[in-house]
């Protein structure tokens, strides 16, 4: 073990300051990102966990948020022009007023919710690939919707309740999981009974494409081709490329973007002043040990680098206190039905961040260096 991590080990009540404080910042930027992301993603989830391969929009399309006006429902027919393409289906959603029928000591409860579309058969192009078996026979039934557990109270309901939605009375048959929401509750619902309640709409426009491949290791050489045939009348996207083109375009907002840079900066601010200032009165306190390694003979390039190795173990520990509360907050927003979502960038991002912040606090730290005089070492 080397000397500035078993100094970090035995003497950590000296570091654990700069520790929490380069966990909060990581938890500050984790935290304020995530639930972002988690808000863009709790609107993709249908499109995230479909069977569908490629997703087809209209051709000034940037990503599902930028998504407007529809598109020609004849593009369909043109989709299945190419050989590999095995199914095509609109993605069709709609707005629906929902209210309860309150019990006995039950408030009254109304509220707009987002309605969604599926074909529950297996196999299906529209079918999320995480509804159980279940699930899917409950939606067959006509009048049946299923909600994601989350939002049962918010909408005053439980399974096996009756309610109505845009006036007409539906069955409330299952509660799945993982569909949360912000802002408006997600129902879905089969295409049957969106016709009866009178809430699909079937005119010569269509919202995005779901479309599912032959052999979906070639989908990005069907892409490529299908837009070919389209000829600039639409855009196709693999799933994964719409997936990261929807979180850019969430990070570009203008609102969005303002906090999550106010978050980083702040956090990097209050990362470096703590850490540095834990740093130099750690060191600052063994500034007799310092000493007596100089009177042995270590030179002050190599008492550099243990500060600076000492201040990269602070950055490692940190980060492991980052994951401990960026768990725990994730765990208590899951459940009260708050969306929080990780990628991978942001991950890797924090991560440079916080060890970026760790050892420049470290360089900050080693003029204290040059009190570690031998000589002090008599008095």
Request: glycine content about 8%.
């Given at each position: 073990?080397?000397?500035?991590?078993?100094?970090?080990?035995?003497?950590?009540?000296?570091?654990?300051?700069?520790?929490?404080?380069?966990?909060?910042?990581?938890?500050?930027?984790?935290?304020?990102?995530?639930?972002?992301?988690?808000?863009?993603?709790?609107?993709?989830?249908?499109?995230?966990?479909?069977?569908?391969?490629?997703?087809?929009?209209?051709?000034?399309?940037?990503?599902?948020?930028?998504?407007?006006?529809?598109?020609?429902?004849?593009?369909?027919?043109?989709?299945?022009?190419?050989?590999?393409?095995?199914?095509?289906?609109p993605m069709n959603g709609s707005w629906a007023n929902f209210s309860n029928f309150p019990k006995d000591g039950q408030p009254a409860k109304s509220d707009g919710v987002q309605v969604i579309v599926i074909d529950p058969f297996e196999g299906s192009v529209t079918l999320p690939n995480d509804f159980s078996e279940a699930t899917m026979q409950a939606l067959q039934e006509p009048y049946a919707i299923v909600l994601d557990r989350t939002v049962l109270a918010k909408l005053g309901v439980q399974v096996g309740d009756k309610a109505k939605m845009n006036g007409q009375t539906v069955n409330?048959?299952?509660?799945?999981?993982?569909?949360?929401?912000?802002?408006?509750?997600?129902?879905?619902?089969?295409?049957?009974?969106?016709?009866?309640?009178?809430?699909?709409?079937?005119?010569?426009?269509?919202?995005?494409?779901?479309?599912?491949v032959k052999d979906p290791t070639r989908a990005k050489q069907v892409v490529a081709e299908l837009n070919a045939i389209g000829g600039g009348q639409f855009r196709a996207w693999t799933r994964e490329d719409l997936s990261v083109a929807n979180q850019g375009t969430m990070l570009k907002e203008g609102g969005i973007s303002v906090i999550l840079g106010f978050a980083v900066l702040v956090g990097i601010f209050i990362g470096i002043v703590i850490t540095w200032q834990t740093l130099q009165g750690a060191i600052l306190a063994n500034i007799k040990e310092f000493a007596s390694l100089r009177a042995l003979g270590v030179?002050?390039?190599?008492?550099?680098?243990?500060?600076?190795?000492?201040?990269?173990?602070?950055?490692?520990?940190?980060?492991?206190?980052?994951?401990?509360?960026?768990?725990?907050?994730?765990?208590?927003?899951?459940?009260?039905?708050?969306?929080?979502?990780?990628?991978?960038?942001?991950?890797?991002?924090?991560?440079?961040?916080l060890l970026s912040i760790a050892i420049l606090s470290g360089l900050f730290s080693l003029g204290i260096l040059k009190k570690s005089q031998p000589a002090d070492l008599l008095r």
């Open positions: 073990m080397s000397l500035a991590l078993s100094t970090l080990i035995f003497e950590w009540r000296r570091y654990l300051a700069a520790v929490i404080a380069l966990a909060v910042a990581g938890l500050l930027v984790l935290a304020f990102t995530g639930m972002f992301m988690g808000m863009a993603k709790s609107f993709t989830n249908t499109i995230d966990r479909s069977p569908a391969h490629i997703m087809v929009l209209p051709p000034q399309s940037e990503s599902l948020f930028a998504n407007s006006g529809g598109q020609p429902r004849r593009i369909i027919p043109m989709l299945y022009q190419h050989p590999d393409v095995a199914e095509v289906m409330v048959r299952a509660a799945i999981d993982d569909y949360p929401s912000t802002f408006q509750s997600m129902v879905f619902t089969s295409r049957q009974t969106a016709r009866l309640l009178g809430i699909i709409y079937e005119g010569p426009r269509v919202g995005p494409i779901l479309v599912k030179s002050m390039g190599r008492l550099r680098v243990i500060i600076m190795e000492l201040s990269f173990w602070v950055g490692v520990f940190g980060l492991i206190f980052t994951l401990a509360l960026t768990a725990g907050v994730a765990g208590l927003a899951k459940m009260g039905g708050v969306p929080m979502y990780f990628p991978m960038w942001l991950c890797i991002f924090v991560t440079l961040m």
